[in-house]
């Protein structure tokens, strides 16, 4: 159960990020102005509050874990929301921080952790 809850809250967390961040992108690159900024900025505080309610009490290894959650994320966003067609060489670094992510948080630790 702490698994999927993890899994849940990763997604959450990378769709405020990402989210916020395009949103921020929007105001400024695209001249949307101020309000799309202001979304943006409040998406991106939400994406830190979620990140805090991971099972796991570590914020270095939830951060870290995080980064590959957001490479991964935003292939996935740019592809459905700007039409980016990542290549095979994406793909492959997108597993590999997946991979990663597994590794950092799912990993069996005994008590030295």
């Known amino acids: 159960?702490?698994?999927t809850r993890s899994i849940i809250l990763f997604l959450a967390a990378a769709l405020f990020e990402i989210g916020g961040a395009?949103?921020?992108?929007?105001?400024?690159?695209?001249?949307?102005?101020?309000?799309?900024i202001g979304a943006?900025?409040?998406?991106?505080?939400?994406?830190?509050?979620?990140?805090?309610l991971q099972p796991d009490a570590n914020f270095g290894r939830i951060l870290a874990a995080y980064g590959g959650v957001f490479v991964a994320g935003s292939l996935v966003w740019g592809m459905v929301v700007d039409g980016f067609r990542p290549d095979r060489w994406d793909v492959t670094g997108?597993?590999?921080?997946?991979?990663?992510?597994?590794?950092i948080m799912y990993a069996p630790r005994g008590a030295a952790g």
């Open 22 to 36: 395009w949103l921020v992108w929007q105001g400024v690159r695209e001249h949307r102005g101020w309000l799309w």
């Open 94 to 103: 997108a597993l590999i921080c997946l991979v990663g992510v597994a590794i």
């Open 40 to 52: 943006g900025v409040i998406a991106l505080g939400l994406y830190g509050f979620f990140a805090t």
């Open 1 to 3: 159960m702490n698994v």
